[in-house]
């Protein structure tokens, strides 16, 4: 076999190749995303053949819930990928910490199905709003232990948990609004996008 076309290997071998772990994840992201839908057609039953009306008064705040906890979900699925291509290897602890991120997306379809039902429940909007602020809290984290001269990368991701941090009171007093404020999370990628601008623009001032 041609040594071109040998696989490579981290020539520390208590380093894992993170592509691995890619492999993974887009498959825990890909099911997690899948389920969010999975209970949706049995959430509720009709006495009649139901019309426009009942569908909406059934079903709108139960689609909010999925496409909220869908985008979520992709949002951080796009910035785990990105950060696993800035750390081609990695230690043990890097690793169980993607695996505990891992596992609080796994968590979503549970969370976000009991949000989607009730809505109104302070109880279940706090739930739902933890496992939103354990993802936001470990991804940010990861960036950390990834920064180099990505710093707004790290901004981007710390700003969703100052987003969530506070959402978990506002679920437990006001639920019915807090998935408004959730969504002030998504300015994240505003915010990194301003931080990157300014360290470019501090990048070409210095000599």
Not at 74 to 100: D, K, T
Not at 150 to 157: I, Q, R
Request: charged content about 15%.
């Amino acid at each position: 076999m041609n040594e071109d076309t040998l696989p490579m290997t981290p020539a520390n071998p208590e380093l894992f190749e993170m592509r691995r772990l890619e492999m993974l994840s887009n498959t825990i992201f890909g099911v997690a995303m899948t389920l969010l839908a999975y209970d949706l057609p049995k959430t509720g039953s009709f006495d009649r053949l139901p019309d426009w009306t009942d569908l909406y008064h059934l079903y709108a705040g139960r689609l909010s819930a999925l496409v909220l906890s869908f985008v979520v979900a992709g949002l951080f699925w796009f910035s785990h990928h990105r950060r696993l291509v800035r750390q081609p290897v990695a230690g043990r602890g890097i690793v169980i910490l993607n695996l505990l991120f891992l596992l609080s997306i796994i968590v979503l379809p549970v969370t976000s199905g009991l949000y989607s039902n009730y809505r109104l429940s302070s109880a279940v909007a706090v739930l739902y709003g933890i496992n939103l602020t354990v993802i936001a809290g470990l991804n940010a984290w990861l960036w950390w232990l990834a920064r180099k001269s990505t710093w707004h990368e790290v901004a981007g991701a710390i700003f969703p948990v100052l987003i969530f941090v506070p959402g978990i009171a506002i679920a437990a007093l006001v639920p019915q609004y807090v998935q408004y404020f959730w969504c002030l999370a998504f300015l994240g990628l505003v915010m990194r996008r301003f931080v990157a601008r300014t360290d470019g623009e501090d990048a070409a001032r210095e000599p």
